[in-house]
């Protein structure tokens, strides 16, 4: 307003905008193989419902020795962190490596996404080119509702593949992630790193949500052409 108008109010400083930086781990991949160490020795399942990523919820008694089932022995561990993402191989019985992938959790600590038997150990090997090529057909595949290409690029045994073609189409239309990548249409993955088993990225489907996505090497017998890198799910930090 002119001077002598009767204004004389300010104009108000604008607020700033909040930086969103990305969450860091509280602890380092040693600690996390020691934790888990601790649950598989434990002698009832307090410490194994805490090692599971939270949105799992609470296990129940029967998930929970399932849990430990996978978890066997857990002996000679060798682990790897990939930004909000790890790695780590081990054996639950002599002769038999297990792999377990984990995802950074709201409270900065590593909690387990899956356990699965790799076809070969993943530590200290390169990450192949087509993970990045899969995990952003995946993530466009959700933004465009495209699902019978999100079929061809998700794990059909576990994590969002899991049931009939119609059953995942509508479970996964549903998911907060998918959700949230229909209103950011430009959020795309972007690689933490990886190996050849398993493969981790960032994705922010807004400023403050941030997910960690895990692709993992697809098992033995696809079809030829099929993609080789798979969606297991998206966990959020």
Not at 187 to 208: H, M
Request: net charge positive; with cysteine; charged share 20%.
């Amino acid at each position: 307003m002119p001077a002598g108008c009767g204004g004389g109010g300010s104009v108000p400083a604008k607020r700033p905008t909040p930086r969103y930086v990305d969450p860091t781990p509280d602890e380092r991949i040693g600690d996390v193989v020691s934790r888990i160490q601790g649950a598989a020795t434990a002698s009832d399942c307090t410490a194994v419902r805490g090692l599971l990523h939270s949105m799992y919820g609470i296990l129940g008694g029967s998930s929970c020795r399932s849990v430990r089932g996978e978890l066997g022995a857990f002996q000679d561990p060798v682990g790897r962190a990939y930004g909000t993402g790890a790695v780590i191989d081990y054996s639950a019985v002599t002769g038999r490596r297990r792999l377990m992938a984990l995802a950074l959790d709201s409270d900065r600590k590593f909690r387990v996404a899956f356990i699965e038997d790799p076809a070969s150990p993943s530590i200290g090997t390169p990450k192949p080119l087509q993970a990045d090529a899969a995990a952003s057909a995946v993530v466009l595949s959700m933004q465009t509702g495209d699902c019978d290409t999100f079929l061809r690029y998700v794990d059909r045994r576990m994590g969002l593949g899991t049931g009939a073609d119609a059953q995942v189409c509508h479970r996964v239309s549903d998911d907060p992630f998918r959700r949230e990548l229909l209103v950011n249409r430009s959020a795309r993955p972007v690689s933490l790193g990886g190996n050849s088993q398993v493969a981790f990225y960032k994705v922010r489907t807004a400023p403050a949500r941030y997910y960690t996505m895990i692709m993992v090497r697809r098992a033995p017998g696809a079809p030829p052409g099929a993609p080789r890198f798979v969606l297991v799910n998206a966990f959020p930090a």
